[in-house]
C-alpha cells in the first residue's frame, strides 16, 4: 500500500515542478517562495485549528496534535533545512531548462540510499541496488547532454545550486524518516500531520522574514508582478505540493516502508515536468536528455521489483 500512496505523490510533485517554473518566469523568487509558503499554510491552518476545539477528533487522518516545545524543535529544524533546499531548488529552476533541473532532482534518491544504510541499517537487494546503479548512470550521461546547450555541470552555478537542493532534499527525507518513525525503531515518533502543518507555517514566517527584510527601494523595483496569473500558479504549487506532501508523509508512518525505496518512487515525477518541458516549453536536445531519462526511469523500475 506505501508503494501506491508514493506513486501518487510523484504524479502530484511532477505537476507541481511545471507551475513552479510558471510561477517564477519573470518573478522574484522570494517574493514567489513567500506566497508559496503562505498558501501552504492557510491550507492546513484549518486542521490546525479545528483539532484545537476538537471537530476533528484523534482518530481522524486531519488531526494535529497540540505539541510542546519537545516537537516543535524538531520541526522547526525540518523547516530550515526544507526551506534552504527550497530556495536552491527554485533559483536553479528560474534560471535553467525544466529538462535539465529534473532528472537532477530525480537522483537524490541515491543519496537517501547513501544516508539510509548509514542511518538507519536498511539492506537492498540485487534488484534494487541494479536500480540504483542506473540511476548514477543516467546522472553523468545528463552531464553529457548538458554540455551540448553549454551547460557545464562543474562551473555552473545553477547546477551548482540543484545540486545543492537535491542534498538538502536527501537530507529532509532521511530526517523525515527519523521524525516519523516509532521510538522502537530509533525515530521520535512525531504525528505526521504535526510535522506537515507547522513546519509550513515556520516555512512562511521565515520567508516573511526574508521579505520585509529587503530594502524599500529593492522591493520598489523587483520584477515581480503581483497579478492574478503569478497569484494563480503560486496557489497551485502550494496546493498540489501539499497533497504530495500529505500522501508522503501517511507513506512514509507505515510500518513497512523503506525510506531508500519512497524517495526514488517520488523522483518519477520528472516523467511529468520532463513531459511539459519538451512539449509545452519547447525546450532542446530532448533527444539524449529522453535516453538519459530512460535509464532513470529503469532504476525505478527494479526499485520496485526490489520492493515486490
Known amino acids: 500500500m506505501w508503494l501506491l500512496f508514493a ?31 503562505l498558501f501552504c499554510s492557510l491550507l492546513f491552518l484549518p486542521f490546525i485549528v479545528l483539532s484545537a476545539v476538537g471537530v476533528i477528533g484523534e482518530g481522524s487522518l486531519l488531526y494535529v496534535p497540540v505539541c510542546g516545545w519537545e516537537v516543535h524543535k524538531y520541526i522547526i529544524l525540518k523547516a530550515v533545512i526544507v526551506l534552504a533546499s527550497w530556495l536552491c531548488g527554485y533559483v536553479a529552476m528560474k534560471n535553467l531548462p525544466l ?18 544504510i548509514i542511518v538507519f541499517g536498511e539492506r537492498l ?9 542506473l540511476a548514477i548512470a543516467g546522472y553523468y550521461l545528463l552531464r553529457r547532454s548538458g554540455k551540448k546547450e553549454g551547460i557545464d555541470f562543474r562551473h555552473n552555478r545553477w547546477i551548482a545550486l540543484a545540486v545543492l537542493a537535491a542534498l538538502l532534499g536527501a537530507v529532509s527525507g532521511l530526517y523525515d524518516k ?6 522502537s525503531s530509533g525515530g521520535v515518533g512525531l504525528n505526521r500531520m504535526a ?10 514566517a521565515m520567508m516573511a522574514v526574508m521579505l520585509l527584510r529587503k530594502p524599500v527601494q529593492q522591493l520598489r523595483s523587483l520584477p515581480s508582478k503581483f497579478n492574478g496569473t503569478m497569484v494563480f500558479w503560486s496557489f497551485l504549487v502550494a496546493l ?9 508523509f501517511y507513506a ?4 513497512a516502508a523503506l525510506i531508500s525505496v519512497v524517495s526514488m518512487i517520488r523522483r518519477s515525477s520528472v516523467v511529468v515536468s520532463f513531459a511539459v518541458g519538451a512539449f509545452i516549453f519547447r525546450e532542446k536536445n530532448l533527444r ?14 527494479f526499485l520496485y521489483l526490489g520492493s515486490k
Open 178 to 183: 527519523f521524525l516519523l518513525a516509532p521510538e
Open 288 to 301: 539524449a536528455k529522453a535516453f538519459d531519462l530512460v535509464l532513470l526511469l529503469l532504476s525505478l523500475v
Open 252 to 255: 512514509l508512518s507505515l510500518p
Open 99 to 116: 529538462t535539465i533541473v529534473g532528472p537532477i532532482n530525480a537522483t537524490r534518491p541515491v543519496m537517501v540510499l547513501l544516508g539510509a
Open 240 to 248: 498540489f505540493l501539499s497533497f504530495a506532501d500529505f500522501v508522503y
Open 7 to 37: 506513486f501518487t505523490s510523484a504524479a502530484l510533485l511532477g505537476f507541481y515542478d511545471v507551475f513552479k517554473k510558471k510561477a517564477l518566469s519573470g518573478n522574484d523568487v522570494v517574493v514567489v517562495l513567500t506566497l508559496n509558503t
Open 195 to 204: 510535522v506537515q502543518s507547522y513546519f509550513l507555517i515556520y516555512q512562511f
Open 125 to 133: 537487494n540485487l534488484y534494487q541496488w541494479i536500480g540504483v546503479l
